[in-house]
């Protein structure tokens, strides 16, 4: 099956720090990549949807300023959390929509997450 | 009100216990439903998409109403392995992210 990697898996920081978290599909191209974030015991949160070559749709109550996406090419997403802080801490996951496919199923592939904690 | 609703749980259960969870959702026009699975600071894992006509896999049968917007799955046989967060998942076909709901999480004893 389709493969998404994230990098890297775990990450603390400092508070003020900013943080560059990778997501890439590994055997397919992502037009498409959407990056959640989940905080324990909570269902995973939409924050925004990278659009390879254009801006990043942000959902609602999404600092586009501090999370900060870019999606340069089709197997490759970044997100970055500028200046962290502790409530910034959480377990970010990205997903990618293959880009070959019919788009009936919908079938969305994960990364591993990354799980970040800002001291 | 949640787009997606699920009971969190926990479900204690023993093993070869047969469990169902259920999942409602509030937006009429999703077009594609599925069930994640979700092991302990992991990523969500596709356990399968749902049908109308309803689909089963191995152990486990999953089933869609659209007219109650009711979406359930069932699993037989309950293996200590089975221990997880269940996730149920709406979507649109397109660019439109999924949707999910909190889980329902599912302990099964020896």
């Known amino acids: 099956g389709a493969v998404v990697s994230q990098h ?38 939409l924050m925004a949807t990278s659009n390879e070559g254009s801006k990043a749709t942000y959902e609602q109550g999404v600092e586009k300023d501090k999370f900060l996406i870019n999606h340069a090419s089709l197997t490759l997403s970044t997100l970055t959390v500028t200046s962290a802080h502790p409530e910034d801490s959480s377990f970010y996951i990205c997903s990618a929509r293959d880009a070959g496919g019919t788009g009936l199923t919908d079938t969305q592939y994960f990364g591993p997450g990354t799980r970040l904690t800002v001291l | 009100r949640k787009e997606v609703e699920q009971d969190p749980g926990p479900f204690n259960v023993p093993e070869g216990a047969t469990v169902a969870f259920n999942c409602t959702y509030s937006n009429s026009a999703s077009q594609s439903f599925f069930w994640y699975r979700q092991d302990c600071r992991k990523e969500p894992k596709l356990l399968m ?27 037989r046989d309950s293996k200590l392995s089975d221990s997880a967060t269940y996730l149920c ?15 329902t999480r599912l302990q099964v004893q020896p």
């Open chain 1, 8 to 45: 890297p898996s775990r990450v603390i920081c400092k508070s003020g720090t900013s943080v560059k978290i990778e997501c890439r599909s590994l055997d397919f191209q992502a037009t498409t990549m959407f990056w959640y974030r989940q905080f324990p015991k909570q269902s995973l949160m």
């Open chain 2, 49 to 75: 998409s749902v049908y109308s006509s309803g689909n089963e896999d191995g152990r486990f049968t999953a089933q869609l109403n659209r007219a109650s917007q009711y979406i359930s799955l069932l699993i």
């Open chain 2, 89 to 103: 998942v709406v979507g649109f076909t397109g660019r439109r992210a999924l949707t999910f709901g909190s889980g």
